[in-house]
């Protein structure tokens, strides 16, 4: 079947921009945006839009596939779970009454899995025990999407980095710290020692477009990530270099309050090869390039 007529929620954010971009290249293909400040009357939160509703709009959009990259990663445990748990369920629910037929691709995250063992790579088959209220609402839209009964796949990406990388995260945070900051000024950071899997946005875009094209039936979650773990010093280091900071790291306390209980991530990555011929074609060097020549300021542009 070709998918061709393809909505795009979360078409405004960091992620959901990139799909859009990338949808957009496929030969016929009509994109239809939905999210705050999107063409299409469905700003409102997920959560917040009675399922009759969604599916009489549905149904009007008639979608070939439905590309969810609604969410939020900060905020209160009363917002988290509205939005990345109960929005997900109201998703499917509608779907199933306006758009069975359409394929679902909804981005999820490693945060679902919880803590690993340091050195070990996570395939799909792990355990998920979320360490917090974001990946346990991430998990609970999950279970939405594979037990709806849609023609569905979860894309569980690991840490995304790249142009318009938000602050909420440390790429972003980082970024803007070297962009205010004096060359050989300090920045202040939580705790640098844990390793995550840093996948550039770009590539989770193509895993996006992949997963909407694949003929027949897909894994109920596919992991996305670079398959390799990176200390976060490292990172902020590479930042530093791509940026021409040259001040002073100073490291206190612990990491994020999300993820200071996990000091390791990695992605097991065979799966997305086989299901979707998917693999990463950007280093970590490519996407915090990216990132740093989209920040506006004095540095942007400066690196050596």
Known sequence: MTRTRILVLGAGG???SRVVARLGRISGARILRGGRGAGLDLTADLAT?????????????????????????????????ATNARGAAVLCEAMALGAPSAR????????????????SALAESAPARPEGVYGAAK?????????????????????PVGAGSPVSGLPGRLAAAFREAPRGGVVRTGSLAAYRDFVAADDVADAVALAV???GSLPPVVNIGSGRATQVRSLAEELAAVSGFAGRLEESGRGSERSAGVSWHQADITLAAYALGWQPARTLRD???ALWEAVPGELAGSSP
């Open 287 to 289: 996407a915090l390039t």
């Open 14 to 16: 960091f992620l959901g």
């Open 49 to 81: 839009v009675p399922v009759d509703v969604l599916a009489r709009r549905l149904a009007a959009l008639a979608p070939d596939a439905v590309v969810c990259c609604a969410g939020v990663a900060a905020g209160s445990a009363a917002a988290l779970c």
């Open 213 to 215: 094209a694949a003929p």
């Open 104 to 119: 679902l691709v909804h981005l999820g995250s490693a945060a679902e899995y919880g803590p690993a063992a340091p050195g």
């Open 139 to 159: 998990l609970a839209g999950t279970l939405a999407v594979t037990g709806s009964g849609l023609d569905a796949v979860v894309l569980r990406v690991f840490n």
